[in-house]
């Protein structure tokens, strides 16, 4: 994980999607974002929910403000927001997509050149440098172990 | 816990402010987030997620000074220091 910047605890003991939405939300003009998931199936759909609930609360935001420029950004965001495509195919050469969500055995066949990466569930150091291996200096590693209660 | 590992190569301030409140951090209380107008990681506070709004409307500010920033330098050629003044 050399010239990686990595992010852990964020976002408190018990870890949900809809923390992992936010965060998301931070990071998700730059390029593919690739989660590590055991059961990406069972993470993909509370996910999307949250983040279709993120993407209302901006558009609530909007909606309550008054400065021009603001309401700009934000229809700006909100378009971008509902235009991600989010994936459990993979690898990315072969599907399209913005945000990935496979297990640690499918990255490692096919580690990502993305500049975020989210590990929701337990990979051995090993694994962890390899499945980061590709990914370009100053790229972001957040370690979230999500708890049983996904939403 | 929040930032446990920065490249030894990045150049982090030494005063590392939150890009949403400006208040000073430390990494160990910042969670990553844009890029500014400079190509330089921003970073901000980790206790607005638990405060949406203020990440929403935040980094949606922060977006808009960055770009203003980085047009006046290229378009006009106005340097940042003058535009942090």
Not at chain 1, 113 to 129: F, S
Request: glycine letters at 4%; aromatic letters at 8%; a positive charge.
């Amino acid at each position: 994980m050399h010239g990686l910047i990595r992010e852990e605890g964020s976002f408190g003991a018990n870890p949900s999607t809809k923390d992992l939405a936010k965060h998301l939300y931070t990071r998700m003009y730059y390029g593919k974002v690739v989660i590590v998931a055991d059961k990406p199936l069972s993470v993909i759909s509370p996910l999307r929910k949250q983040w279709l609930k993120l993407a209302r609360k901006v558009q609530k935001e909007r909606a309550s403000t008054l400065n021009a420029v603001r309401i700009k950004e934000l229809s700006g965001i909100v378009g971008y927001m509902h235009s991600l495509d989010f994936t459990v195919h993979y690898p990315p050469d072969d599907y399209p997509g913005d945000v990935y969500i496979a297990t640690v055995d499918q990255i490692l066949q096919w580690p990502p050149q993305c500049r975020t990466m989210y590990v929701t569930c337990n990979v051995e150091l090993e694994k962890l440098h390899m499945i980061t291996a590709w990914m370009p200096k100053s790229s972001l590693v957040v370690i979230c172990r999500l708890g049983l209660t996904l939403n | 816990m929040a930032i446990t590992q920065i490249p030894r190569e990045m150049s982090v301030k030494d005063q590392l402010a939150c890009s949403i409140c400006r208040v000073s951090l430390l990494l160990s209380k910042a969670t990553a987030g844009l890029f500014d107008a400079n190509n330089h990681q921003a970073f901000a506070c980790v206790s607005h997620f638990s405060e949406v709004e203020l990440l929403i409307v935040g980094w949606a500010d922060f977006i808009v000074d960055e770009r203003r920033k980085y047009q006046r330098r290229k378009v006009l050629g106005v340097s940042n220091a003058w535009l942090d003044t």
